[in-house]
């Protein structure tokens, strides 16, 4: 792999870690009470019920990447109807970086007057860098659920939301959750294994 392909590599590792993310920016308090783990479990059932419910979104953030050799942070504007998405990635002053766009039957990432297809996220990283990473659970991951299909191991607050996933290797730890609607989303949570380190802060964000 020749090295104008390698960083063309790692600026789509940045974009596609992007496809799934959500929040606010008002802070969540965890009560200071203790809570019996039924409780937390109960709570915890009803949220991912109601966020079950959410299909359409608009969010705009920051993210931060670190990757060996290569580090960055730019700002982000995601779309998502249902399967249907698109995101933009911009740089300093404005600077386009990536135009995402994508559904069940694949996904067009243009970055550097270059547009690639895929017929997914996954085999799209793959095909580029030699990579494997569970791009599409961070679909999941951002809203503040495990990924379906999976086990995953979730340590919960008092108020039954997730302050730590861990599945596949990977694991999301979660510093803040907003409100939106009526709905707790996370606005700041880091996905990390290895020596990989992404960490979103979200802007607005409107279901």
């Not at 090295?3 to 600026?11: I, P």
């Not at 596609?16 to 959500?22: D, G, N, P, V």
């Amino acid at each position: 792999m020749g090295v104008d392909q390698y960083f063309s590599g790692l600026r789509i590792l940045l974009v596609l870690f992007f496809f799934i993310l959500a929040g606010c920016a008002s802070r969540t308090v965890d009560s200071g009470r203790q809570v019996s783990d039924e409780d937390k479990e109960q709570r915890w059932q009803r949220h991912q019920e109601r966020l079950g419910l959410i299909q359409d979104w608009e969010m705009t953030g920051r993210l931060n990447m670190k990757v060996p050799g290569r580090s960055g942070t730019m700002s982000l504007d995601w779309q998502q109807q249902g399967d249907q998405y698109k995101l933009a990635l911009d740089g300093p002053l404005g600077a386009s970086v990536a135009r995402i766009s994508g559904d069940r039957q694949g996904v067009s990432v243009t970055a550097s007057d270059e547009t690639r297809y895929g017929p997914s996220p996954e085999m799209l990283l793959y095909s580029l860098t030699g990579w494997q990473f569970p791009v599409s659970n961070l679909r999941y991951w951002a809203r503040g659920l495990p990924a379906p299909g999976n086990d995953a191991r979730i340590q919960l607050n008092n108020l039954g939301y997730p302050d730590k996933i861990e599945q596949q290797g990977w694991v999301v730890a979660y510093q803040q959750y907003g409100l939106s609607d009526s709905q707790r989303l996370p606005v700041r949570f880091v996905v990390s294994r290895g020596k990989i380190r992404l960490s979103l802060l979200v802007s607005s964000w409107q279901l």
